[in-house]
């Protein structure tokens, strides 16, 4: 018997307001343990970058990008997958199953402990951390009101940060001294945690019944609003990757400081984001559009980034530059995550009960092959041009979002 056949859904007022709030934390858990899981590798990085002489792996940035895009590689081709045994099976099932299969890919790549072989192993996490994605984004819009889905949302969006922030502070300094696969139990430990965590407390969200094709009706074939927000988020998700994937190692790299100083600033950034986050799913309910607060984040992220890039172009020998650098890559960190939430949650309504496992899925598949090809692609221009040109470089994607953004056919929140 499935894990969602033994449990039996109850209608939505049956169900506690603390019922619905533990299975938003428990989403939020499953997100934050999949991403550190995920976003990991990157912190390997340093350790792979660096000389054999000195204890390293003697990879060159983009042999390590990647290595550290793995993970990123089997998420990104299970997306869709994972979201049709959303709509078929249940959130709580895929749930389970992926954080299973994150935790077993996580200990095989620990085990191994050698670069591609362990990049192996982390495709094989990356498959079971896309399960986590639909399924937890259904959690919340099928058990929270429109009216509370944006902060909600947002709240469980802060896993994504949350996961990298406890990767940034862990992966680096245990490679730096331990190895990289001691590193990499950190986040194996986390899915298995969530994983019974959830097994406890997540229930299915109730479904309307299907009937004759209404509900279950194809969202893509009524207009090109679902296909401009993906559109617009694989715009936003380049820098935000960049600044995720190379910011610690421009840290270390450039600027001189230890693995473990930069970790913590990394680490950091995230809970910057997670307020974003946050307080941009607050900002969608309280003005009833997720789109127009989606198209400030992206002229504010290209605002950042923008400036982020000529900062990092003039830190040579000035402590009053560099410290403005540092701020905005804080600050980048946190605005190139805004989006996220805001249209996980224009997907989710939009596309409805019986699609939303599949347009999420749709979502962060496009997103992923954006971001995949970020930590190659910027290792080869850093080491072509410098992180100042790469981060300035990246400054004109959210300017284009700008446009695709589909504020025009948004229907009102209600």
């Known amino acids: 018997m499935s ?55 003697g990879m060159s940035l983009a042999e390590a990008g990647l290595v550290a895009s793995a993970s990123m590689a089997g998420m990104m081709c299970t997306l869709v997958l994972w979201g049709l045994v959303v709509d078929r099976r249940g959130e709580r099932f895929a749930l389970l199953a992926g954080l299973l299969v994150t935790a077993a890919g996580g200990a095989v790549a620990a085990a191994l402990a050698e670069p591609w072989p362990m990049a192996a192993a982390l495709c094989l996490a990356g498959v079971g951390a896309a399960a986590t994605n639909s399924a937890s984004g259904r959690v919340v819009v099928g058990w929270f009101p429109p009216e509370r889905r944006g902060v909600a949302m947002g709240i469980r969006q802060t896993g994504q940060p949350l996961g990298v922030g406890i990767a940034a502070a862990t992966v680096a300094v245990i490679a730096h001294h331990h190895g990289i696969g001691p590193a990499l139990w950190v986040p194996t430990g986390a899915a298995l945690a969530v994983a019974a965590y959830v097994a406890v407390i997540v229930l299915d969200p109730p479904r309307p019944p299907r009937s004759a094709g209404t509900h279950a009706a194809n969202p893509y074939r009524a207009d090109w609003y679902l296909a401009r927000i993906h559109a617009a988020s694989v715009l936003l998700v380049v820098p935000q990757f960049l600044v995720w994937t190379f910011g610690l190692t421009w840290l270390v790299d450039d600027l001189g400081w230890s693995p473990g100083v930069a970790g913590l600033v990394v680490a950091g950034t995230q809970v910057a984001g997670a307020a974003a986050r946050i307080g941009a799913g607050w900002a969608s ?24 890039g000529l900062a990092a172009s003039g830190t040579d020998g000035s402590t009053a530059v560099t410290a403005l650098a540092v701020v905005l890559l804080v600050v980048a960190s946190a605005v190139t995550v805004a989006d996220n939430g805001l249209a996980f949650t224009a997907v989710a309504e939009r596309a409805g009960p019986f699609w939303s496992g599949r347009a999420l899925g749709l979502q962060n598949t496009a997103q992923h092959l954006a971001a995949v090809a970020v930590p190659p692609v910027a290792g080869l221009t850093i080491t072509a041009w410098g992180y100042g040109a790469a981060y300035a470089l990246a400054a004109a994607l959210p300017l284009l979002a700008v446009a695709v953004v589909p504020v025009a056919g948004e229907r009102t929140v209600s």
């Open 285 to 308: 309910d309280l003005v009833g559009s997720r789109m127009r607060p989606m198209r400030a984040v992206a002229l504010v992220a290209a605002a950042t980034m923008a400036l982020l």
């Open 3 to 57: 894990p969602t056949a033994a449990i039996q859904t109850p209608e939505p007022r049956t169900v506690s307001t603390s019922r619905r709030w533990a299975m938003l934390a428990a989403g939020t858990g499953a997100q934050a343990a999949t991403s550190a899981m995920v976003t990991a590798p990157s912190f390997l990085i340093p350790e792979l970058h660096r000389p054999v002489a000195e204890g390293g792996y």
